[in-house]
């Protein structure tokens, strides 16, 4: 098993930054890629951006330019460090952790809200 806490959420200005942190405890030798996803009130849960163990990454159209997502494999944590921020980006924020015998996220963080005022 593994756990994840997501920290770092809360309520900026458009055009401001924030930075949020999942930290990974457990069983992390199993894990692959590590993810970030969002969901908007009303909206599907979306895919933001992510990270394979050898640290390729990649990231929703919506997100490029604006969004870097980091991996430190020996502090067990996956950061997203979000700037430049818009209205749309509000929403809530969840780690996701893909295991080595999958294609898919297999465990997920409890959310972090952010929310961008325009």
């Known amino acids: 098993q593994v756990q994840l806490v997501e920290s770092?959420?809360?309520?900026?200005?458009?055009?401001?930054?924030?930075?949020?942190?999942?930290?990974a405890s457990g069983s992390v030798s199993s894990i692959n890629g590590m993810y970030w996803y969002r969901q908007a009130p009303g909206s599907m849960r979306e895919l933001v951006a992510g990270i394979t163990s050898d640290g390729?990454?990649?990231?929703?159209?919506?997100?490029?330019?604006?969004?870097?997502?980091?991996?430190d494999n020996v502090k067990r944590t996956v950061n997203l460090q979000m700037n430049s921020l818009k209205p749309e980006d509000t929403a809530v924020?969840?780690?996701?952790?893909?295991?080595?015998?999958?294609?898919?996220?297999?465990?997920?963080?409890?959310?972090?809200?952010?929310?961008?005022?325009?």
Do not use: E, M, N
Not at 56 to 71: C, E, L
């Open 93 to 118: 924020y969840y780690c996701a952790a893909v295991p080595i015998y999958s294609d898919r996220p297999a465990y997920w963080g409890q959310g972090t809200q952010v929310t961008v005022s325009s």
């Open 8 to 23: 770092g959420g809360g309520l900026v200005q458009a055009g401001g930054s924030l930075r949020l942190s999942c930290a």
């Open 56 to 71: 390729s990454t990649d990231y929703a159209d919506s997100v490029k330019g604006r969004f870097t997502i980091s991996r």
